[in-house]
């Protein structure tokens, strides 16, 4: 099992950009692909991101392709999530997660290890 834990979310206004980390214990991180989820209040958990275990694919919801951007750094045992020209809308708890596929998914259900989450808000 691994533990991972968020940080970097926050308050911003509507424009403004946030940098998402989730670090991971543990000496396997890099055989992991990783995504990030994110969950607003009263609405379904949604796929945000994923990466490749060597960080060479990446893949984005709709909704935040173009502004947000994953990447990590195997050595750190880290993930990322750039997120810039945030909306309102992108308003909720990010969840970083671990997947048990090689190939890059959307769905939760293909996720195991998930961290506690970090809450971000962007005022219009």
């Known amino acids: 099992q691994v533990q991972l834990v968020e940080s970097g979310g926050g308050l911003v206004q509507a424009g403004g950009s946030l940098r998402l980390s989730c670090t991971a214990s543990?000496?396997?991180?890099?055989?992991?692909?990783m995504g990030w989820f994110r969950q607003a209040p009263g609405k379904e958990r949604e796929f945000v991101a994923a990466?490749?275990?060597?960080?060479?694919?990446?893949t984005y919801a709709e909704s935040v392709k173009g502004r947000f951007t994953i990447s990590r750094d195997n050595a750190k045992n880290t993930v990322y999530l750039q997120m810039n020209s945030l909306k309102p809308e992108d308003t909720a708890v990010y969840y970083c997660?671990?997947?048990?596929?090689?190939?890059?998914?959307?769905?939760?259900?293909?996720?195991?290890?998930w961290g506690q989450g970090t809450q971000v808000t962007v005022s219009s």
């Open positions: 543990g000496r396997t991180f890099s055989s992991y692909t």
């Open positions: 997660a671990t997947g048990t596929t090689i190939t890059l998914k959307t769905r939760g259900e293909w996720y195991n290890d």
């Open positions: 990466i490749s275990r060597d960080g060479g694919s990446t």
